[in-house]
């Protein structure tokens, strides 16, 4: 295989399918002369056994590229040893804390690299430490890309370094300081644009998230979606895996639906050869459908969708059911928009044309191509972005999740640990960050007396959701 990068680039990732994931895609770091990296993609394959994700490896992949193309366009092909190896490392470091390009614009190297954040340095950094401590332990490496000789040179040297115990080369890169909020909001405004990431809000308000399905989503299917991650507290990308079986059911006394969660790969359905059993998902979508669940085909592949995890291995059945907040008033309003939804595509549902068991999937019917192929997590990205638009609402789909504790924490009242199982997180530490309580809540909880509250209350819901 042999792949011709832009010209504009020294280095890219693609994704290519491997017999281990039944066809699946896994990274692959290609380099300046079209061949891929021998030790990158030995060293991707070592994590995956470790058992990290897609993503994680990228990112893994895409610091050493960085580091690769820096090598390239810093110093060519001239020969490197002893103090040049560590200065380069030194360089690299600097290079991506200060940015390449001069004030007059220009870039001496060509690679016009802007300033990187001191965190996203220190995770750089500590990727090519685990690099550098791959190839050492590779004793008999095979045939390696010559473009990647340089980096391989400089792994071997800088393990070899802390094996003799010298000092870390990059010891003095480790406190490397960051801007104060202050300056960040300084500099964005000298630049003359917003500061998306500062301007968004961690949660949305209890009625924001009302407007966001009401005046920003504009079809059952994304206002579904919407619900989800607003009053049931899922990652955009969990409601992916979702079966349409997954929501047949619903609650007796409040004929909310039933949201069941499984683990896309793990998790369980019942066996359409025999419905008194159960098999794995995985070993369902296989033989029914001939696809790979949507986290194991890869992050480069149309389907993927990651999967975070959540706490499922509680022996309450009904604890693998999505707990909605306001249950009587959202949870039959998702079982109104589903039945909508469904009867809007009923043709190709009944029809026996739908190539998977996915609940969301796309209803552009003029499209004939894409109609009812699985919703991608771009799309849901997209839909997202466009619905918050429209209701002018500044937010990111994990705005939702936050809302979801805000509610539960502010306006309900629960504490913490139960907001922990009801997240489904492991540990009590990944609540904390949603656990979010107005100070005039705690006012009224520590002083036992009746408090005016100036923050949020539980909000009037519209007519149509009850």
């Known amino acids: 295989m042999r792949l011709t990068p832009k010209p504009s680039h020294l280095w890219r990732i693609i994704y290519v399918p491997i017999s281990e994931r039944n066809g699946g895609l896994f990274p692959l770091l290609i380099l300046k002369n079209g ?78 690299w802007k300033r990187v954040e001191p965190s996203s340095i220190r995770d750089e950094l500590r990727a090519l430490n685990r690099y550098s401590d791959f190839v050492h332990q590779q004793l008999s490496l095979p045939e390696i890309n010559p473009e990647e000789t340089r980096v391989v040179a400089v792994a071997r040297y800088y393990s070899d370094a802390k094996l003799a115990g010298r000092s870390d080369v990059m010891v003095h890169l480790k406190n490397l300081r960051k801007k104060p909020r202050a300056r960040r909001l300084a500099a964005s405004a000298r630049r003359g644009s917003q500061d998306w990431g500062l301007a968004r809000s961690k949660y949305l308000t209890p009625y924001q998230a009302i407007e966001l399905v009401e005046l920003g989503c504009q079809n059952p299917r994304d206002k579904m979606l919407v619900l989800l991650m607003s009053y049931a507290g899922m990652r955009v990308s969990e409601p992916l895996h979702l079966y349409l079986s997954d929501v047949a059911q619903m609650f007796s006394g409040t004929n909310a639906s039933k949201v069941r969660l499984e683990h896309p790969s793990f998790g369980v359905v019942s066996d359409p050869k025999n419905r008194d059993r159960t098999i794995s998902r995985h070993d369902f979508l296989l033989d029914s459908y001939g696809r790979l669940p949507r986290n194991e085909v890869g992050r480069g592949h149309r389907d993927y969708a990651g999967w975070k995890g959540m706490t499922l291995s509680e022996s ?18 998702f ?11 009923k043709k190709i549902l009944l029809g026996g044309k739908m190539s998977h068991p996915y609940l969301f999937f796309n209803i552009r019917k003029q499209d004939s191509s894409s109609y009812g192929l699985p919703l991608t997590l771009s799309n849901a990205h997209e839909l997202f972005d466009a619905a918050a638009k429209r209701a002018g609402i500044s937010c990111s789909p994990h705005s939702c999740r936050h809302h979801y504790g805000f509610y539960a924490a502010d306006i309900i009242g629960v504490k913490q640990e139960e907001l922990m199982r009801m997240l489904r997180h492991g540990s009590i530490i990944s609540t904390d960050t949603y656990y979010h309580i107005s100070s005039s809540t705690l006012r009224k909880k520590i002083s036992g007396l009746p408090v005016e509250r100036v923050g949020y209350s539980r909000p009037s819901f519209p007519s149509s959701w009850r």
């Open 316 to 333: 309450d059945p009904s604890y693998r059911y999505a707990i909605w907040i306001e249950e009587a008033i959202v949870g039959p309003y």
């Open 335 to 345: 079982r109104k928009l589903l039945e909508q939804y469904l009867d809007d595509n």
């Open 35 to 112: 061949r891929p990296s021998a030790t990158a993609a030995l060293w991707a394959r070592s994590l995956d056994r470790e058992g990290w994700g897609d993503s994680k490896i990228e990112h893994h992949l895409r610091a050493l590229a960085a580091f690769y193309g820096f090598c390239i366009a810093s110093h060519g092909d001239a020969p490197l040893e002893g103090q040049d190896l560590h200065k380069m490392v030194c360089d690299f470091a600097d290079a991506r804390f200060r940015g390449t390009v001069r004030p007059d614009g220009t870039d001496p190297i060509g690679l016009y």
